[in-house]
């Protein structure tokens, strides 16, 4: 008796899906050690310094966003937090959602919410006036 | 997708509760980042409406909330790393279960000061203070 005909090993899956969950997983690290000093700096002088939430106002804000150097750092810290966020919820909505469908729309909602904020967010920081009234 | 039997047999110790963990953090600290997106774009409307937002945060209960929003973050942070040092570092799978101790203990060390200074004008104006 011959040996059953196997069938043909399967041809590697070409195009970019691979690629570009590696760069995705890539990416999750390296924005993340970035984020780790952005956000936790961040939050040490919002929150814990010098009274923290407490002498937060308009004013504070505007005296920040004075210096190039806080509107890079929060204007950096936004993009990398949402695509970084983004990105997580992504894996996370692959996992557990089980119809297509319900896939699709989570997805399609994370995207309209995360461009809809790194568009204002830039926007705000970008066109920010100390003397508006 | 398979769907996941029921009682899986799987025990993930540690490792289990931290990626747990890391998930329940990330995503709760994806939505407080929307909303502090929408409440800080409110310098774009007028001084007064953000000052009106931003003394919600000085509340005692909200301020009670970002401790947690600050403790969430750490973790993640904290855990972030040790995912990259079991990804990149030679010894790192030897060691995580060390370094997730490790990562409490630094936790706990950095949360304690932490709080005290966040809580400390609400802890002050609800119990009264001298000062």
Known sequence: MSAPALNAPKTARSGGRTNYEMWSWIFMRVSGIVLVFLVLGHLLIMNVLDGGVQRINFAFVAGRWSSPFWQVWDLLQLWLAMIHGANGLRTIINDYSERDQTRFWLKAALMVATVFTIALGTLVIFTFDPNIS | MPKASVGTLY??????????????????????????????????????????????????????MEVGLVGAVLFHALNGIRIILVDFWSKGPRLQRQMTWAIMAIWLVLMIPGAYFMLQHTVESLFGSTS
């Open chain 2, 11 to 64: 025990r993930g110790h540690e490792g289990m509760w931290t990626w747990v963990a890391h998930r329940i953090t990330g995503v709760a600290v994806f939505f407080f980042l929307l909303v502090h997106v929408l409440d800080t774009a409110l310098v774009r409307v007028s001084p007064n409406a953000y000052d009106e937002v931003i003394a919600t945060y000085k509340t005692p209960i909200v301020n009670l």
